[in-house]
């Protein structure tokens, strides 16, 4: 059941990630003498032929996780994950939610060492990455740095936020070829 699931996740992914493709195609046919290169991954500047700089093509993106949501109890990241990916090699992770005070409950950022953790919400040999307080202000930045899957869970109250309240997620950076 979990490899079931996990394969599902996977090939949501690549689902996605044509999905970015066949929206880039739409884009180029709508604009074609304008067109930058944005979304196709070669950087070249079609109007005079020359690769893009840098600043100018997609780097690295620092991206909020759950967006205007951040992180709480209660909000499908799994689904979040799915809605915004691909996730590239080098972007950064944002995980933003409020240090614990009367009326909110309190988040972390766990990171689980295999997938079988993760579909159980097992943390018994997970590594807290971030502690109920570096949510705060501009929040807990994580780099994507490993080529390998980050799984994601809130540690908070045993696993019940991981596997109750929906904030778990897995993401597998791709590589960005956009340069
Ligand atoms: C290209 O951009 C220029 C300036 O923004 C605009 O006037 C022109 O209509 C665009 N061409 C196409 C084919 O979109
Ligand atoms: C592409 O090249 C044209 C002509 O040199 C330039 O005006 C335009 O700003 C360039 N576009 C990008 C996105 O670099
Ligand atoms: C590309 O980068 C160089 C060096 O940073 C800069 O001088 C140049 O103006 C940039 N070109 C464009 C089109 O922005
Ligand atoms: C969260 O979203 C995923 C992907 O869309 C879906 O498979 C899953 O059933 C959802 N979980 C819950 C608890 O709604
Ligand atoms: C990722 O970032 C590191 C540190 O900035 C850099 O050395 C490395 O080349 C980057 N890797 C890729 C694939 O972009
Ligand atoms: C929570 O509320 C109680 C009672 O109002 C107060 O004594 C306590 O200091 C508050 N704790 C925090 C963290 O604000
Ligand atoms: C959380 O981590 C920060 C930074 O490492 C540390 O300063 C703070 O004391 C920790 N807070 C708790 C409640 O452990
Ligand atoms: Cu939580």
Same mark, same amino acid.
């Given at each position: 059941?979990?490899? #079931?699931?996990?394969?599902?996740?996977?090939?949501?992914?690549?689902?996605? @990630?044509?999905?970015?493709? @066949?929206?880039?195609? %739409? =884009?180029?046919? @709508?604009?074609? @003498?304008?067109?930058?290169?944005?979304?196709?991954?070669?950087?070249?500047?079609?109007?005079?032929?020359?690769?893009?700089? $840098?600043?100018?093509? $997609?780097?690295?993106? %620092?991206?909020?996780?759950?967006?205007?949501?951040?992180?709480?109890?209660?909000?499908?990241?799994s689904d979040w994950a799915f809605q915004n990916a691909p996730f590239y090699f080098n972007d950064t992770l944002?995980?933003?939610? =409020?240090?614990?005070?009367?009326?909110?409950?309190?988040?972390?950022?766990?990171?689980?060492?295999?997938?079988?953790?993760?579909?159980? &919400?097992?943390?018994?040999?997970?590594?807290?990455?971030?502690?109920? #307080?570096?949510?705060?202000? =501009?929040?807990?930045?994580?780099?994507?740095?490993?080529?390998?899957?980050?799984?994601?869970? &809130?540690?908070?109250? =045993?696993?019940?936020? &991981?596997?109750?309240?929906?904030? %778990?997620?897995?993401?597998?950076?791709?590589?960005?070829?956009?340069?």
């Amino acid at each position: 059941m979990g490899f #079931t699931f996990a394969y599902r996740l996977m090939l949501v992914v690549a689902a996605a @990630s044509l999905l970015g493709v @066949s929206q880039a195609n %739409k =884009d180029w046919g @709508s604009s074609k @003498s304008n067109y930058t290169g944005r979304g196709w991954g070669w950087g070249w500047n079609s109007t005079n032929n020359h690769p893009m700089n $840098e600043t100018e093509s $997609e780097g690295p993106q %620092k991206i909020i996780v759950g967006g205007a949501e951040n992180w709480h109890f209660g909000f499908n990241y799994s689904d979040w994950a799915f809605q915004n990916a691909p996730f590239y090699f080098n972007d950064t992770l944002v995980f933003k939610y =409020d240090p614990p005070s009367n009326g909110t409950f309190p988040h972390s950022v766990y990171l689980f060492p295999d997938r079988w953790s993760y579909m159980n &919400c097992n943390l018994k040999r997970a590594k807290m990455i971030a502690n109920a #307080t570096q949510g705060g202000g =501009d929040g807990f930045e994580f780099v994507l740095n490993k080529w390998r899957p980050f799984y994601f869970a &809130c540690g908070e109250h =045993d696993g019940i936020h &991981c596997k109750l309240g929906g904030m %778990k997620f897995m993401v597998a950076p791709l590589f960005r070829w956009h340069y």
